[in-house]
């Protein structure tokens, strides 16, 4: 896999500079040529997600892990989390690192996946949802873009032709140190594309198909947001809107996928109980007990 890889992304080099002559138009070409590929093999994305995980550790000021009470992730985990990726849909479930961990900040209103599986829930986030549906629909998103490698696919386009050319040429055994680090300093971390997300809220639609949980779940963080005014506003939702943007448009996409699929579709507020909801237990199980 690594060798037919690195052949492909030469020979790709090759093409460039056979048609182009100048440097500047090599480095034009390759970097457009990279805007929707990954460099990365499944390997390189799990050290690399392995090594951010280490720089998060090392700084528990910025990413400060929630410890109080214990029985809260390890019910996320085992109920909604392990669930999800017990989805057939999943196809890296036993490739990557799929671990689960809660950062204590309840100003912020976010969640996040790292490359090779690591996925962060904030606290804030936590407890602004208000169902189990609403947090599978997230962690089934964030699954997503683990899944489709998204950071990885922004990280070759961020660092272009030098990460090509270093990573065929040559290995480089600090080079992805080096990215890592750069990952966490929010250098390297760029905003998710339009597409991105609406690929991440289609696989959480199919994943969660698999599970208890109703489908639509990954539309409720938007539709709470907008009804409380908050999409274009502050409130701890800065780190989120800068990498998942259009959160509105995201919700119509969702219910045109239920409606396609023949499923009812409900809004956070008007979902029954019996469609997979699970308000109660999340309040009792999860929220209560932060």
Same mark, same amino acid.
Request: glycine share 6%; net charge negative.
């Given at each position: *896999?690594?060798?037919?890889?690195?052949?492909?992304?030469?020979?790709?080099?090759?093409?460039?500079?056979?048609? @182009?002559?100048?440097?500047?138009?090599? =480095?034009?070409? *390759? &970097?457009?040529?990279?805007?929707?590929?990954?460099?990365? =093999?499944? $390997?390189?994305?799990?050290?690399?997600? $392995?090594?951010?995980?280490?720089?998060?550790?090392? +700084?528990?000021? &910025?990413?400060?892990?929630?410890?109080?009470?214990?029985?809260?992730?390890?019910?996320?985990?085992?109920?909604?989390?392990?669930?999800?990726?017990?989805?057939?849909?999943?196809?890296?479930?036993?490739?990557?690192?799929?671990?689960?961990?809660?950062? +204590?900040?309840?100003?912020?209103?976010?969640?996040?996946?790292? %490359?090779?599986?690591?996925?962060?829930?904030?606290?804030?986030?936590?407890?602004?949802?208000?169902? &189990?549906?609403?947090?599978?629909?997230?962690?089934?998103? /964030?699954?997503?873009?683990?899944? &489709?490698?998204?950071?990885?696919?922004?990280?070759?386009?961020?660092?272009?032709?030098?990460?090509? @050319?270093? *990573?065929?040429?040559?290995?480089?055994?600090? /080079? @992805?140190?080096? #990215?890592?680090?750069?990952?966490? =300093?929010?250098?390297?971390?760029? $905003?998710?594309?339009?597409?991105? /997300?609406?690929?991440?809220? @289609?696989?959480?639609?199919?994943?969660? !198909?698999?599970?208890?949980?109703?489908?639509?779940?990954?539309?409720?963080?938007?539709?709470?947001?907008?009804?409380?005014?908050?999409?274009?506003?502050?409130?701890?939702?800065?780190?989120?809107?800068?990498?998942?943007?259009? %959160?509105?448009?995201?919700?119509? +996409?969702?219910?045109?996928?239920?409606?396609?699929?023949?499923?009812?579709?409900?809004?956070?507020?008007?979902?029954?109980?019996? $469609?997979?909801?699970?308000?109660? /237990?999340?309040?009792?199980? #999860?929220?209560? !007990?932060?």
């Amino acid at each position: *896999m690594i060798r037919e890889k690195r052949f492909v992304f030469l020979l790709v080099l090759f093409i460039a500079i056979g048609f @182009l002559t100048s440097c500047d138009a090599v =480095t034009d070409a *390759m &970097e457009k040529v990279t805007d929707n590929i990954n460099l990365f =093999t499944d $390997a390189d994305e799990v050290k690399l997600g $392995a090594d951010v995980v280490t720089e998060m550790k090392n +700084n528990p000021a &910025e990413y400060p892990i929630y410890t109080k009470n214990p029985a809260v992730k390890s019910y996320i985990k085992t109920r909604i989390f392990d669930q999800i990726l017990s989805s057939s849909k999943i196809a890296k479930k036993n490739v990557f690192n799929y671990t689960l961990e809660i950062v +204590n900040d309840d100003d912020v209103l976010n969640a996040f996946a790292l %490359p090779g599986g690591p996925v962060y829930l904030y606290t804030g986030l936590i407890k602004y949802l208000d169902s &189990e549906a609403a947090l599978a629909g997230v962690l089934g998103h /964030e699954i997503g873009h683990a899944e &489709e490698s998204h950071a990885a696919e922004r990280i070759t386009k961020h660092y272009g032709v030098s990460i090509i @050319l270093g *990573m065929i040429l040559g290995e480089n055994p600090s /080079e @992805l140190a080096q #990215i890592a680090a750069n990952l966490f =300093t929010g250098v390297a971390f760029l $905003a998710n594309s339009r597409s991105d /997300e609406d690929q991440s809220d @289609l696989r959480s639609f199919e994943y969660l !198909q698999d599970t208890r949980y109703y489908p639509g779940g990954v539309k409720f963080f938007f539709e709470k947001l907008r009804d409380d005014g908050l999409v274009s506003s502050g409130g701890g939702l800065e780190k989120y809107l800068s990498t998942h943007p259009d %959160p509105v448009d995201r919700i119509s +996409n969702t219910d045109a996928r239920l409606q396609n699929a023949g499923i009812t579709v409900y809004t956070y507020e008007n979902a029954v109980e019996s $469609a997979g909801i699970y308000r109660n /237990e999340y309040k009792t199980n #999860i929220v209560d !007990q932060l």
